[in-house]
Structures are given as C-alpha cells and as structure tokens.
C-alpha cells in the first residue's frame, strides 16, 4: 500500500487528485494520511533550503508497513546539488518529492493547475519507482528519465515504459 503525506501545507486536493493518478498507474491502493509534516528541522539558513535526506530519514521512520510520499511545498536540496525534484531510497519505503519548483510561478508565469499536477504526478511516479528498486532510465519519455531540468520533466509521459512496468510488477 501507497500512503502520501504533506509536507508543509500542500492542498488536500493536490494530494487527493495525486493518490488517483499514483493508485492507477502502480496498480495499488494509495491513501493521503491526515497528519502533515512540519519540515522546520531540516531547514538550512545559509542555503535557505530544506535538506532532502533529512526529511527523508524521518519518512523512513513513519512508513510503517506501507511505501510512504512525502508531498513538499518547501525547496529541497542535497549537499552536491543547487536544488532537487525530490528524492528516494533505492528499494526502500521512503520517497519524497517537492513542488517548489514545478509550479510555473517559480519560472515568472502565471499558475497553471493542470500542468503543475501532471509534474507532481511524474515526478512521484519517478521517486516510487525508485521505491520499487528501479534506476535511471534511458528512455527519455519514461518517467523514469533522470531530471534536471523542468523542460525534461515536461518531455516525459505519464506512462512507464514497457521495460520499467515490467520491472515494478515484479518488484515485492
Ligand atoms: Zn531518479
Ligand atoms: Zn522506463
């Protein structure tokens, strides 16, 4: 089972609308838990970012039995990078994604809902897919496409390719 929690204060539509989109495409039920996360403590006030591993260790903790997605409104990052997308354990119960940056608002142009929830839906598909032990894929319409920019992240499709599909229904 697939559980979302915010992260700061991501609407409870925006949850709501991804938990469907998640549920669809991995073929598993997938809830949004009630309580949200304040990320304060992994904040950084030279970098004026919050540390990714951080918040992800705690995710770890709160999985439980199932593979928990943290949702964040607030900027991630990891020492080596300017930013990240988001981040997850390599087979592990934790992911976790932001959608700081996939918010047209971000770039200087007005908000577009619809476009902003299919970035937040690639990009949770590419953090659970690691969930599910898959790496980087070459296929750049794969969600599974590493990204770093948000013009890759717009190339994707909302499909996994047959070969990371095939990898995550054989995935335990
Ligand atoms: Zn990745
Ligand atoms: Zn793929």
Not at 125 to 143: A, I, N, Q, V, Y
Request: aromatic share 8%.
């Amino acid at each position: 089972m697939i559980h979302l929690v915010g992260i700061g204060n991501p609407p409870l539509a925006t949850l709501d609308s991804l938990s469907v989109r998640i549920a669809r495409a991995f073929r598993e039920s997938c809830h949004v838990r009630p309580e949200s996360i304040d990320p304060g403590f992994a904040f950084d006030p030279v970098r004026g970012q919050y540390h990714a591993t951080s918040l992800l260790r705690l995710l770890s903790e709160k999985a439980g039995d199932t593979r928990l997605v943290g949702v964040a409104t607030v900027d991630l990052y990891v020492p080596i990078f300017t930013f990240v997308f988001g981040e997850a354990q390599l087979g592990g119960p934790a992911a976790l994604i932001s959608t700081f940056r996939l918010r047209q608002e971000y770039y200087g142009l007005p908000p577009d809902p619809d476009l902003l929830l299919e970035r937040i839906a690639k990009e949770a598909m590419h953090e659970l897919g690691h969930t599910h032990g898959l790496r980087h894929c070459h296929d750049w319409s794969c969600p599974m496409a590493s990204t770093t920019a948000i013009e890759r992240l717009d190339l994707k499709g909302q499909r996994f390719c047959e070969t990371c599909r095939g990898k995550i229904a054989a995935a335990p």
